[in-house]
């Protein structure tokens, strides 16, 4: 699941919507990375070998969903896996308004998850833990890790704000963004939520990018949705942050 996402909706005269965001995961678990999925023409992201799902898919037809795990303590048992509702979400020609239509049974079917889903009609978000929630989002700048979107955590602040200044310096190479996603720093115990899985695991979990031999950061991604492109990029690293390469896909936006 992506652990980490700053994104700006509506706020950039050439990107409807920018998003950037780490993936963070125990380095066994078997992934691929950024590909086109033959199984499902026109959508485009990494995939969880494991289980199947996605964590950050797009589709040629402007669409993207997205996901993160809302942390509780102790992982969950025997709950639908989050990929799988971004794999079913994608191939909905109004993710958006499918997300916001899930019911709050259906919603608590699944492990605890955030989740994004934005179309040509617009962006939702719902929220299945400890209470189903959902909105519509407005135009502006978010955050959004392990707890409801916009808590401040530290890191959540940090990469927002960073977004932020970029947005307001108008910078020409968007790729600057993946950088934001590099900060290793870990941040001081009075600032650090607590989420119920210890004060060595919430010091871990505290920096942007987390470095680690068996879980890190595995993934950092930056999506750049315009009017007649989509550029998804993808850095991959491996365990204590080791570098395993970056792809890059161009994804001509199909007409509405």
């Known amino acids: 699941m992506m652990c980490l996402i700053a994104f700006a909706y509506q706020v950039h005269p050439l990107y409807e919507l920018i998003l950037i965001g780490n993936r963070d995961e125990f380095h066994a678990r078997p992934s691929d990375a950024l590909h086109a999925h033959v199984d499902a023409p026109g959508v485009y992201g990494g995939r969880d070998a494991q289980a ?27 709950k639908r ?27 608590k079917r699944f492990g605890r998850f ?5 179309d040509r009609d617009g962006l939702s978000y719902l929220r299945n833990f400890p209470e189903v929630s959902r909105e519509r989002l407005g135009p502006g700048v978010y955050g959004l890790s392990n707890g409801a979107l916009n808590t401040p955590w530290p890191k959540v602040a940090r990469t927002r704000s960073a977004l932020e200044a970029w947005l307001d310096r108008g910078d020409a190479d968007p790729t600057a963004l993946l950088d934001i996603l590099k900060h290793q720093q870990q941040f001081a115990d009075a600032e650090l939520p607590d989420t119920g899985v210890g004060l060595e695991w919430e010091r871990l979990l505290s920096s942007p ?39 890059e896909l161009l994804i001509a936006r199909e007409p509405a």
């Open 52 to 78: 199947g799902g996605g964590w950050l898919l797009v589709h040629a037809a402007g669409r993207l969903v997205t996901v993160t795990n809302v942390r509780h303590g102790s992982p969950e048992q025997a």
């Open 81 to 107: 896996s989050r990929g799988q509702l971004v794999k079913g979400l994608i191939t909905d020609t109004r993710p958006a308004a499918a997300l916001h239509a899930i019911s709050d049974a259906e919603a």
């Open 114 to 118: 955030n989740a994004l889903a934005f």
């Open 209 to 247: 990018f987390i470095v680690g031999e068996h879980y890190g950061t595995r993934a950092s991604s930056l999506v750049l949705v315009g009017r007649d492109q989509i550029r998804f990029i993808e850095q991959s690293f491996g365990p204590n942050a080791t570098p395993l390469g970056q792809r």
